[in-house]
């Protein structure tokens, strides 16, 4: 079974300082990472994906992610925040399955507030 | 707008009624499911649907009844909630495997009373 936990339910960071939302999993073989932002009354949009490659995986919205095995995280960052970043995130996990579709795991979501 | 539509938006409805849920993708996905999002809850992965057949079931109750009669549409039958079951239904869709990721429908929130 596969697992994906988000320990902060709400993060406050003041705009303009860099943020970071943590996620971890747990996987049984190699893991395709998600990162999903919903905003209020909004279906889940995406932000990024790790899949194999480099560690360090760039997306939407100035958005970057650090994928650690060792560590297994996937934790969100970006440099600067802005308010409009205040919303709900989401990390998920899917084990690679050698094809057919796969339902993705996802945290309870973290709220990330920005305070001007 | 997504590519994933999902009509109601909202749906207000009584124990004893039936009713349903649609979503519609017109991405050439293969693949379409249905998540429940409660408040304070992980997303639960209720049906996968994949090249219209049905994949997975996670242990939803009876009560829900999926119906996907081609690659584009995908229905949730509802009959006897419960009051626990308001929440936002969400509708996804991607290309076979999980690796390209999903696309959400914008959900249809769900009141039972």
């Known amino acids: 079974a596969q697992s994906v936990a988000q320990p902060e339910d709400q993060v406050k960071v003041a705009e303009g300082n860099p943020l970071t939302v943590k996620c971890t999993y747990s996987v049984s073989g190699n893991p395709y990472l998600f990162w999903y932002v919903q905003y209020p009354n909004r279906g889940l949009q995406f932000l990024l994906k790790y899949i194999t490659g480099d560690n360090l995986v760039k997306g939407s919205y100035g958005f970057e992610a650090e994928f650690n095995k060792s560590q297994t995280s996937f934790h969100l960052k970006k440099p600067s925040a802005l308010v409009s970043d205040s919303a709900l995130y989401f990390c998920?996990?899917?084990?690679?399955?050698?094809?057919?579709?796969?339902?993705?795991?996802f945290g309870k979501g973290t709220h990330l507030i920005i305070q001007p | 707008e997504t590519g994933v539509t999902q009509t109601p938006r909202h749906l207000v409805m009584g124990m004893t009624n039936k009713k349903s849920l649609k979503c519609e993708q017109h991405?050439?996905?293969?693949?379409m499911y249905w998540y429940k999002q409660s408040a304070k809850k992980p997303l639960e992965l209720m049906f996968v649907?994949?090249?219209?057949?049905?994949?997975e079931n996670n242990s939803v109750p009876s009560r829900f009844s999926p119906e996907c009669p081609n690659s584009s549409h995908l229905f949730l039958h509802l009959h006897t909630l419960q009051p626990e079951d308001s929440a936002l239904y969400l509708c996804a869709s991607s290309p076979m495997t999980a690796i390209y990721g999903y696309t959400f429908g914008s959900g249809t929130r769900l009141t039972v009373v």
């Open positions: 998920a996990v899917s084990a690679y399955s050698g094809g057919g579709a796969d339902g993705l795991t």
């Open positions: 991405l050439g996905h293969n693949a």
């Open positions: 649907y994949n090249f219209k057949e049905q994949t």
